[in-house]
């Protein structure tokens, strides 16, 4: 899945929700789940995700809805191999890009 949010120091959780096409409850309960997402919370409580955390939901994404990794596996693998994890879904991420501009010049074709 392809994440397109407009570049910005603070995402608030509905941006992030429709970004992801999931509901606010889900981001809320992966926020409790995993310990790399730690978005600010402002005085009303309500939660300003930034890039970095955009990142990490990007990344827990990949390894639950993709990859079909339980919380449980999900944890450990970002533990063990985050470096790792987190290469090979940048370079899965800009070869999709690079697929997506390619299918577009060749149907200008």
Do not use: C
């Amino acid at each position: 899945m392809h994440i397109q949010l407009p570049e910005k120091r603070y995402y608030s959780i509905g941006e992030v929700a429709r970004a992801f096409q999931v509901n606010t409850s889900l981001i809320r309960f992966w926020e409790k789940e995993f310990d790399v997402l730690k978005p600010k919370k402002n005085a009303k409580g309500n939660r300003k995700f930034t890039p970095e955390d955009i990142k990490n939901l990007q990344l827990i994404y990949y390894l639950v809805k993709e990859r079909g990794f339980t919380l449980e596996g999900a944890k450990t693998h970002l533990k063990e191999e985050k470096q790792k994890t987190l290469s090979n879904f940048e370079i899965i991420r800009k070869l999709e890009n690079i697929k997506t501009v390619l299918l577009k010049i060749k149907d200008q074709l």
